[in-house]
């Protein structure tokens, strides 16, 4: 009995106001904070390999394989704080097998096979053949059994073979961009058309989710091209790093318009649940919303790089602040999902009433798990980079 009444007075501490008894436990926690965002570094990642190869800025030729390999390694990993949050993980191949669709979620299921298996896979596969080939032919051992396979036992290298190559790379990383837009606008949908939760139901969120996707993707590349180049010990190309963070700006500029324009509306709007809305901003989310996702997130790397664009300092404080611009980013970023899915079920529908959220370090819904999946990504990335070295690849021309 005094167990039992003990329960019941941690469930009811969480309650503020009327809250229904199916509200006070959250259904989606960090995990689901984690399949949004580590999808959202791996289109950004990919869009700012697509700026070298498409739209031919060949000083983004440094960080050009770096992304991609980045954005396949995360990509690997992007489905799992899914199935890890699911009751039943062994059974998420189902989604595949029996597709249905009028489900969100079974749709992205073929989404990402797409992106993954047709997108990413064959553009890395076409660009490092010619030097899988080459890289077979000079090592030994397991590392040489690896690259015959990958490179399917092929050992023509001809430049006519190799110009192939390049087209049909070419080809892929075109139908890959509008795919990338299409695998992070479609996590947004998935959110923005829960129409019964005001704080989600936006048209602007597949578009809001889509060029966050591209700030937190490009600031991942730049913290560890900065970070590898000075493992490695080289000097880092300082014009590549300029041109990023650039683009950084841009893109950062047009997802804070997109929010702020999101935000305006809605408080012009004004509708039945605004005022449950204004609460939830001030309070439950106030320190997230406002400094984490806003201030240090937002307005600190926005000033910075915007003032980079008028004044450059000496190159190694460029180096030092690019490193923090990008590492406050990824924070901000993080905690903009945070915001989007913690703070979506932390008010009630009846609108009079808010429940709380505090997570555990360990249990399958914790800060270890949650880490692990974040970690995950960049051992994957290490060994990718064991075995396909940008730094080593032998250049060719991209030329269509």
């Known amino acids: 009995m005094e167990d039992h009444l003990q329960n019941l007075y941690e469930v009811l501490s969480k309650v503020e106001g009327y809250v229904y008894p199916n509200e006070i436990e959250l259904n989606w926690s960090i995990l689901i904070v984690l399949y949004p965002y580590i999808t959202g570094l791996v289109a950004g990642a990919f869009i700012l390999a697509s700026l070298e190869r498409i ?68 553009e890395i596969w076409f660009d490092y053949r010619r030097d899988m080939v080459i890289w077979a032919n000079e090592t030994k051992g397991f590392k040489r059994f690896l690259y015959k396979v990958l490179s399917l036992w092929t050992t023509d290298i001809s430049p006519k073979a190799v110009a192939l190559d390049n087209k049909l790379g070419y080809i892929v990383t075109v139908i890959g961009i509008p795919s990338a837009f299409l695998l992070h606008g479609y996590v947004g949908f998935i959110f923005g058309s829960i129409k019964a939760n005001p704080w989600w139901s936006t048209v602007l969120m597949p578009v809001i989710f889509l060029f966050s996707a591209m700030v937190s993707g490009i600031a991942l590349v730049m913290l560890i091209y900065i970070l590898l180049t000075k493992i490695r010990k080289l000097s880092i190309d300082m014009a590549c790093l300029d041109m990023i963070a650039k683009y950084l700006f841009y893109f950062l500029i047009i997802d804070f318009a997109l929010e702020g324009l999101d935000q305006i509306h809605r408080i012009y709007e004004a509708e039945e649940s605004f005022e449950a809305l204004h609460k939830l901003v001030f309070g439950k ?20 790089l915007g003032t980079f664009q008028f004044y450059k300092p000496k190159e190694q404080i460029r180096k030092r602040i690019y490193l923090v611009v990008a590492s406050l980013i990824l924070v901000g970023i993080f905690f903009m999902r945070w915001n989007v899915v913690i703070g979506g079920q932390l008010f009630s529908k009846s609108f009079y009433g808010y429940t709380s959220f505090k997570i555990g370090l360990i249990g399958a819904e914790g800060y270890l798990m949650a880490s692990i999946w974040l970690i995950i990504p960049f051992i994957i990335l290490a060994f990718l980079l064991w075995l396909l070295p940008p730094w080593k690849k032998i250049e060719v021309d991209h030329e269509i």
């Open 55 to 122: 739209f031919k800025l060949r000083i983004l030729k440094p960080t050009y394989g770096l992304a991609l390999l980045t954005a396949l390694a995360f990509m690997l990993v992007a489905t799992m704080p899914l199935i890890s949050h699911l009751g039943k993980p062994f059974r998420a191949y189902e989604i595949m097998i029996t597709p249905h669709l009028s489900s969100a979620m079974a749709i992205f299921g073929f989404v990402y096979l797409w992106y993954l298996m047709v997108v990413l896979l064959l």
């Open 285 to 304: 989310l106030f320190f997230t919303l406002f400094f984490m996702q806003g201030l240090f997130g937002t307005i600190l790397p926005l000033l910075t």
